[in-house]
């Protein structure tokens, strides 16, 4: 986790945000729990290639992700499924905040703030 963000998290020991302990934690999670669909957030785009090719052997895959580029920050989310149990069809990503410009066009979203 970039030091920009770590101040967001002070409550954390600085080693568990470290990317590797990050990932090696959610790489683990996903063996024990064994979702079919797991979503996570606030994935560094680097870490999301990594873990994905570390999980591509217990059958998971990343059916999409979407990072914000505009802010700065280099994270995001993505969708993981279990290629075993299912299939990706079809796939539709979208900023959140496109959405308040979508239905409440007279409204400024919270990036604007």
Do not use: M, W
């Amino acid at each position: 986790l970039d030091a920009r963000r770590a101040k967001f998290f002070s409550y954390s020991q600085p080693a568990n945000l470290q990317s590797e302990t990050r990932l090696a934690r959610v790489r683990d999670e996903l063996r024990d729990l064994q979702p079919h669909v797991a979503c996570l957030q606030e994935v560094e785009r680097e870490s999301l290639s990594h873990l994905t090719s570390q999980l591509e052997c217990d059958a998971y895959a990343c059916a999409a992700s979407l990072f914000n580029d505009k802010s700065g920050v280099s994270d995001g989310c993505a969708l993981l499924y279990k290629k075993s149990i299912l299939e990706v069809v079809r796939t539709h990503a979208f900023h959140f905040a496109s959405l308040v410009d979508d239905f409440f066009p007279n409204q400024k979203a919270a990036r604007d703030h």
